[in-house]
C-alpha cells in the first residue's frame, strides 16, 4: 500500500480527490509512453463478492486504481479509525452500529480526503466534459443484453449534444463472449474504453483484454453509467446524492433492487463491523 491507498478486506481504495483522478489520467493520455491505466469502481456489493470470488478480488488488487463508488467503503475505513484502540466486541458493534446509523444520514465533507464516495457514474461525466481529456478518442462498449436495445449508441448521442467537442469515435453493444470485440475496437483505435458489462463481468472483461488493446491508455469499467447517461434510468436528486442517501431515491424508482441494496447497507456494514470485532482490520 502506498500513502495515496487505504485498504479495505485486502481492496486497494484511492484516496485522491476527484480533481487529481482527472489530472492523473490527463497526464496517462499526453504521455505516448505512459503504461495503461485501468480504473474500477468497487461499491460495498462488489467488495462483499469479492470475498467468495478469488478472480473478482485478485483483479481489484491489481487495477490500476479503484474509486471508493459507494459511502458504506468510506464508513468502514471511518469505523476502523473510530475502534481502532478497542478490542471488547460489544463495545465494536455499540460504535459500529451508531456510527453507521450516523454517517448514513449525515452530510458528508467533501472537503477531507476519503470522507465522500466518488462514485463512477459522475466521475465518466467528468471525464467526458473535461475539455483536456475529451478531445482523446473515446469508445463506449454497452451490455446487449442491458435495460434497452443500442444503449451504447443513445448514450454517445446523448453525449454528443451535451458536450458537442467530444471525441467519441464509436460504440457497440456485446457481450463478453463476442470474440470480435478486441478487433472491432483496434480498429478504431481509441484512447479511452468504457465497458459497461456490469459487475464483476466488465472487470474480469477488461483484466483479460486490456493488453490486447494497445491504442487504450484509460478503461473503465462503468456499470450502469449508460443508462443514466442515455436518460433510461434518471440520477437522485442533489440532496439524495449529497448526503449518501441516492441508495432510496433508487430504491423508490426500482424496487427489483431491494435484495441488492439489502446486501449493501446492511450486509456489507454487519460484516465490516462482525470482522473487526474478530480483530480483522
Not at 499526453?30 to 467488495?47: D, H, K, R, V
Not at 464483476?200 to 484509460?218: C, H, R, Y
Request: charged share 20%.
Amino acid at each position: 500500500m502506498n500513502n495515496t491507498e487505504i485498504i479495505i478486506w485486502d481492496i486497494p481504495f484511492t484516496t485522491l480527490y476527484q480533481r487529481e483522478i482527472l489530472e492523473q489520467i490527463n497526464g496517462i493520455l499526453s504521455n505516448p509512453s505512459s503504461l495503461q491505466l485501468f480504473l474500477a469502481t468497487p461499491n460495498p456489493e462488489i467488495l462483499l463478492a469479492s470475498q467468495s470470488d478469488t478472480p473478482l478480488r485478485q483483479t481489484l488488487q491489481h487495477t490500476s486504481i479503484n474509486i471508493p463508488d459507494g459511502n458504506g467503503i468510506i464508513w468502514a475505513n471511518i469505523f476502523h479509525n473510530f475502534t481502532r484502540r478497542n478490542s471488547n466486541p460489544v463495545i465494536i458493534y455499540l460504535k459500529g452500529i451508531s456510527s453507521f446509523i450516523y454517517f448514513l444520514f449525515h452530510q458528508k465533507n467533501e472537503t477531507k480526503r476519503f470522507n465522500k464516495a466518488i462514485h463512477g457514474s459522475d466521475l465518466t461525466m467528468q471525464i467526458c466534459r473535461d475539455e483536456t481529456i475529451n478531445k482523446h478518442k473515446i469508445f463506449l462498449l454497452g451490455n446487449l443484453h442491458g435495460l434497452i436495445n443500442n444503449v451504447s449508441k443513445l448514450a454517445s448521442d446523448k453525449l454528443r449534444q451535451e458536450i458537442p467537442d467530444i471525441n467519441i469515435i464509436g460504440h457497440y453493444d456485446s457481450t463478453t463472449e463476442d470474440t470480435h470485440i478486441v478487433e472491432k475496437i483496434n480498429k478504431l483505435q481509441p484512447e479511452i474504453l468504457f465497458v459497461a458489462f456490469g459487475a464483476p463481468a466488465q472487470e474480469k472483461w477488461i483484466t483479460e483484454n486490456l493488453s490486447k488493446l494497445p491504442s487504450v491508455k484509460l478503461a473503465m469499467g462503468v456499470g450502469g453509467t449508460f443508462d443514466f447517461i442515455a436518460g433510461i434510468i434518471p440520477r437522485a436528486p442533489s440532496f439524495f446524492r449529497k448526503t449518501g442517501l441516492e441508495w432510496v431515491y433508487r430504491l423508490y424508482r426500482q424496487p427489483n433492487r431491494l435484495a441488492r441494496i439489502f446486501r449493501a447497507a446492511i450486509v456489507f456494514p454487519y460484516k465490516i463491523i462482525s470482522a473487526r470485532a474478530r480483530g480483522r482490520h
